[in-house]
């Protein structure tokens, strides 16, 4: 298995600010996923981040909303940038270890 | 694309009772299906995975099926006690790329 430790587990943030979330993981793994769950809803994916390259973001999701840094093969930060009340969610880092998911406990998010 | 729905919604049972919840997805090439429980404000658990070989898995309390053929998994709990109470999700992987396919959930309430 793998233990992903994800922090701030929450925050209160003003519009116009910006997040940063931090992930580690407790073994190397080649991709890291950032996921966001909007209140109510399943899980969707933001972007994969791979150690040495830009992150690869979905539809929908943009490097100037939501840059990555992806430094070694542990760690992973994504960063919520000019937050307005419409990024209030939860969000999650993801690993994929023997095909198998595992998550850290998610950041929550209020944007005020 | 790849659609994954879970029904019912929400169940709320006395505890004790046998339960049933239901995944289905539309692309049978999948890698694998896995069952997560999220508590609320929480990151996600991973409780089973079958891999797209296999036809069930167990753990304690908790049978998962997969058939892939029709497209549809279920999570049987047994003998439902209050801690199970959380949102139950499950997600598939498909055959190619790395990026899983979540369902809406179910909301689970055991009344004690």
């Known amino acids: 298995s793998a233990v992903i430790s994800q922090k701030p587990s929450r925050d209160i943030c003003q519009r116009g600010t910006s997040l940063t979330i931090q992930c580690q993981v407790d073994?190397?793994?080649?991709?890291m996923f950032w996921y966001r769950q909007q209140p109510g809803q399943s899980l969707t994916l933001i972007a994969t981040?791979?150690?040495?390259?830009?992150?690869?973001?979905e539809s929908g999701f943009v490097i100037d909303k939501f840059p990555i840094s992806r430094p070694n093969l542990t760690f992973s930060t994504l960063t919520v940038s000019n937050m307005s009340p419409e990024d209030s969610s939860i969000y999650l880092c993801?690993?994929?270890?023997?095909?198998?998911?595992?998550f850290g406990q998610g950041t929550r998010l209020t944007v005020v | 694309k790849q659609e994954v729905t879970q029904i019912p919604a929400a169940l709320s049972v006395p505890e004790g009772e046998n339960l049933v919840l239901n995944c289905s997805f539309t692309d049978s090439a999948i890698y694998n299906l896995q069952w997560f429980r999220q508590d609320p404000g929480k990151g996600l658990t991973s409780l089973l995975l079958?891999?797209?070989?296999?036809r069930e898995q167990t753990s304690g309390r908790l049978n998962a099926s997969l058939d892939k053929s029709s497209g549809r998994s279920t999570l049987y709990i047994a003998a439902s006690q209050p801690g199970d109470s959380a949102t139950y999700l499950c997600a598939v992987r498909r055959n190619t790329g790395n990026q899983f396919y979540f369902g809406t959930g179910t909301s689970l309430t055991v009344i004690p």
């Open positions: 079958i891999q797209s070989s296999q």
């Open positions: 981040a791979n150690q040495g390259s830009e992150a690869t973001y």
């Open positions: 993801s690993v994929a270890h023997r095909g198998e998911a595992f």
């Open positions: 073994s190397q793994v080649t991709m």
